[in-house]
């Protein structure tokens, strides 16, 4: 497993908390972003710089993930990619993206941009909370752990 992490809009405590699973488990960590992200120096972690513009970072991401692989982000767009290509997608606030729910999930986003395009204000994410920062380490440390007892890693 690879996890791949969309850094852009990543929360920093999204990142750190990504950094020791990292550590703990040797699983390769890749940060894609189109600025630079700080990293520690830890041979299993690296920061991949792309160029600025719309999708750059998705694509990337899309071009290097393999099956299996693990990829962070609240992107839906590039969530469903990935699912598609058979990976695991995981939102910054703990919520599996998976081939049973990926499709509602576009349906939401679509009906938004759409009452958005008509100019319908529909406010934002929530503030991001201490509830989502755990909900996504529960969750990271379930999907780590199933890796680890199938690879014996």
């Known amino acids: 497993m690879h996890i791949w992490v969309d850094a852009d809009a990543c929360p920093r405590v999204i990142r750190e908390i990504l950094f020791r699973a990292a550590e703990r ?3 390769a960590l890749t940060l894609v972003a189109n600025q630079p992200v700080a990293i520690p120096r830890l041979e299993n972690i690296r920061s991949v710089r792309v160029a600025s513009g719309f999708d750059v970072a998705d694509n990337a991401i899309l071009r290097m993930l393999a099956a299996g692989d693990l990829v ?3 992107d839906i767009p590039l969530a469903a990619e990935a699912v598609a290509a058979g990976a695991l997608a995981l939102n ?3 919520q599996m993206y998976t081939r049973d729910n990926i499709r509602d999930h576009l349906s939401m986003r679509d009906f938004m941009d759409g009452l958005r395009d008509t100019g319908i204000e529909t406010g934002g994410p929530a503030p991001f909370s201490p509830g989502d920062r ?3 380490a529960n969750q990271l440390d379930r999907l ?3 890796y680890v007892r199938r690879t014996g890693s």
């Open 25 to 27: 488990t040797g699983v």
């Open 134 to 136: 755990q909900s996504f």
């Open 144 to 146: 780590l752990s199933g």
């Open 92 to 94: 910054p606030r703990g």
């Open 72 to 74: 962070v982000t609240a």
